[in-house]
């Protein structure tokens, strides 16, 4: 699915980078901000869900509008391989009305960028039951996302201030304007994150 939707000849490997919609809340909501404003030299109002409030149904209805469904979903959260956890659960200390892999709509043409932790685990069918087994790495493609860019392992972030994980996405939302492709925009952000003095292992990471 995702093979076809970047060589049909109406998509022809590219996105509209003009809708978006970037969500965030807790240590998070200032990466989330900084997203947001990356994203804005061309997106003029990029829809946020950035408190601590929003629910499940929320970021679905946001996610999955009727008309003009956001070109570029930066869904900040905490996560697992196929579920998030949305701001009004994180700030009930409960979990259970989660966002996950089986929620999905189809999301042709879109990339979706998240700094949750494990967010692009990639984890085996074969190795696990079948209710955990379907990552959001393949049910985006599955449905048709042409990009994911993902932690593999810990998404890191700062209380007090923009850094590691949320800094890298925030260079990387300023270069999404259609000038480069999406793998030149990510190579040029951790260039310039790795740019930065001051790095530590937490920077590495």
Same mark, same amino acid.
């Given at each position: 699915?995702?093979?076809?939707? !970047?060589?049909?000849? *109406?998509?022809? /490997? ?10 965030? !809340? ?12 990356? +994203? ?5 109002? =990029? ?15 946001? &996610?999955?509008? *009727?008309?003009?469904? =956001? ?8 996560? %697992?391989? !196929? @579920?998030?956890? =949305? ?5 009930? &200390?409960?979990?259970?009305? +989660? ?10 043409? @879109? ?10 685990? =990639? ?7 079948? /209710?955990? *087994?379907?990552?959001? %790495?393949?049910?985006? *493609? ?5 990009? !994911? ?53 937490? %920077?590495?990471?």
């Amino acid at each position: 699915a995702q093979i076809d939707q !970047y060589i049909s000849p *109406a998509r022809n /490997g590219a996105i509209d980078p003009s809708t978006a919609l970037v969500t965030g !809340y807790d240590f998070l909501s200032d990466g989330a901000n900084a997203i947001s404003t990356g +994203l804005e030299a061309n997106v003029s109002a =990029p829809g946020e869900l950035i408190n601590d409030v929003w629910s499940k149904n929320d970021l679905l209805a946001a &996610m999955f509008p *009727a008309t003009n469904p =956001p070109a570029i979903a930066s869904i900040n959260a905490h996560y %697992d391989h !196929y @579920r998030a956890l =949305p701001a009004d659960q994180n700030a009930a &200390m409960t979990e259970s009305i +989660l966002f996950t892999t089986s929620d999905l709509q189809p999301t042709s043409g @879109r990339l979706v960028i998240t700094i949750g932790c494990h967010s692009g685990t =990639p984890v085996s069918d074969f190795l696990v039951s079948a /209710g955990l *087994a379907q990552d959001w %790495d393949q049910s985006y *493609a599955a449905k048709g996302a042409i990009g !994911y860019v993902a932690q593999s392992t810990f998404g890191l972030g700062e209380t007090a201030g923009v850094a590691y994980s949320e800094k890298l996405h925030a260079l990387l939302a300023e270069r999404l304007n259609g000038s480069l492709t999406v793998g030149q925009a990510l190579v040029f952000a951790k260039q310039e994150y790795s740019a930065m003095p001051l790095q530590g292992g937490y %920077d590495v990471k």
